[in-house]
């Protein structure tokens, strides 16, 4: 191998910049040469692909966001349009990839290194869903993020005697949620790893204001209920004055975490190795603090994340 790129594709998060950067500056030790592709798949189908150097990636570490730009891209699942795309890293001479990104990503390289061109996956993801690591790149900062909302949501509700929704990404993976709900103290937590129900809830929170709670803070993963109609019903039920805030894309924005910027320089270094070794095909994760590698294919079609008992467990019993 002697000349590999780098992609980013899905929904950005914080940390993508440090592992291009860890990417690109590991290559260049290891004497590749490594080139960028700019708007993920879409951008790898269109051919917006350019060399990158030591200074294409300067002063980068610590901005949030993807300077390489990202896509959703759905057309990649057609033979014929993957075809397209590795004709052009033909073109270019880029004999492997590394492409960092969520579950989405994960399947296009899965279906490149199928058509036989090797790819490594770097889990780079607010959500934290991908299963074979116990991080993805960006879900420490978007944590944070989660925290000082709820914090600040928590200093008015306690004010207006308010019950608050926080609805909170995470697409169908509840480790947002639960981690901002323990952090943030919150009062409950509604994760589509637990199901719901909505009765049961509104019974919760009866009980809550029985024993005298005047506040309360509902930290709600996204795509289990609309959360206004849920306030409206709560307001309903209880007397209690209920804002829903859907915290939306800021969770995604901003400058990355310390934590996400190291696991992010292991995983871009780690990626050009792996590559180097001539081991293709591999997605990284983190495992007990040590970086590990899984076959993409393996990955993706059987392995699966564990769930968070004890944590799920402790924002009940902290309660
Ligand atoms: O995968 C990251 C994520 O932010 C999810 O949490 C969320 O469901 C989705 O992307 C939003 O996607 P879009 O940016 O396309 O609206």
Partial sequence: IKRIGVLTSGGDAPGMNAAIRAVVREGLHLG???????????????GKIKPLDRNSVSDVIN??????????????KQQK????????LKKYGIDALVVIGGDGSYMGAKKLTEMGYPCI?????????????????????????????????RDTSASHKRISIVEIMGRYCGDLTLGAA?????????????????????GQIKAGIAKGKTHMIIAMCEHVTKVDKLAEHIQAETGHDTRATILGHIQRGGTP??????????????????????QGGRCIGVV??????????????????????????????LF
């Fill in 121 to 153: 996956g770097i889990p780079g993801t607010i959500d934290n869903d991908i299963p074979g690591t116990t991080y993805t790149i960006g879900f420490d900062t978007a944590l944070n993020i989660v925290v000082e909302a709820i914090d600040r949501l």
């Fill in 32 to 46: 590749l040469e490594v080139y960028g592709i700019f708007d993920g798949y879409e951008g790898l189908h269109q």
């Fill in 81 to 88: 349009t993957r075809e397209e795309a590795i004709e052009n």
């Fill in 182 to 202: 323990v952090a943030g103290g919150a009062e409950f937590v509604v994760i589509p790893e637990k199901g719901y129900s909505e009765a049961e809830l509104l």
């Fill in 257 to 278: 975490t310390a934590q996400d910027r190291i696991l992010a320089s292991r995983m871009g270094s780690f990626a050009v190795k792996l590559l180097l070794e001539d």
């Fill in 288 to 317: 007990n603090s040590q970086m590990v590698h899984y076959d993409i294919i393996d990955c993706i079609n059987n392995m699966k994340r564990p769930f968070n008992q004890e944590l799920f467990d402790l924002s009940d019993s």
């Fill in 63 to 76: 901005r949030g966001g993807t300077f390489l730009g990202s896509a959703r891209f759905p057309e990649f």
